[in-house]
């Protein structure tokens, strides 16, 4: 596809809007999971973990709208690659959508396992096997670093689209005034 074709197409706002709103919360949800134990125990450490599960829960809505959308009124594009790169930009993305769908799954399945407490005030019933939790706080922190490392290279692959390639791709999924709606 041409660039000049690429720079006049564009997502619909609320596919934008829900892609970032993911990148801004994974980004920050993974932040959060590494940085957490850096605080003493206590209530500035619960409090971390508790904003942690409440945003993680709002990503799960994300993600369910955004699945929702995409599978419905949402616009199509189409590729912006063919061959070799076209595979591989379907491979990262159908790879990032897994792995979203994984980390929330691991994620909320730990939160009820472990009956996580929201900031001293409420708690989810601990539903399932104690034991698990290790291992699912081990799978859900690999899913959450497999997406970072393939988001980063999402990234880089847009960024090069930008800045050598020059052919619009990024625009894309950029916030513009006079974009419809759907």
Request: charged share 15%; net charge positive; proline share 5%.
């Amino acid at each position: 596809m041409s660039a000049e074709m690429n720079s006049k197409l564009s997502y619909d706002r609320v596919t934008i809007g829900l892609h970032w709103a993911t990148a801004a919360l994974v980004a920050l949800l993974w932040v959060m999971g590494q940085t957490a134990d850096f605080f003493p125990r206590g209530p500035l450490r619960d409090t971390d973990w508790s904003l942690h599960f409440v945003f993680g829960f709002g990503l799960a809505l994300i993600l369910i709208a955004r699945l929702l959308w995409r599978l419905g009124p949402g616009g199509r594009l189409p590729p912006a690659e063919t061959g070799f790169l076209g595979l591989l930009a379907s491979i990262t993305h159908f790879a990032l959508y897994g792995l979203l769908i994984a980390v929330v799954a691991l994620g909320i399945a730990n939160a009820f396992v472990r009956g996580v407490s929201f900031f001293g005030l409420w708690s989810l019933p601990r539903i399932g096997d104690p034991t698990l939790r290790r291992s699912l706080t081990e799978w859900h922190e690999l899913a959450a670093n497999l997406i970072m490392v393939i988001a980063l290279v999402h990234a880089g692959a847009a960024l090069a689209h930008h800045y050598l390639w020059h052919d619009g791709i990024l625009q894309r999924m950029l916030p513009s005034k006079g974009r419809p709606i759907s």
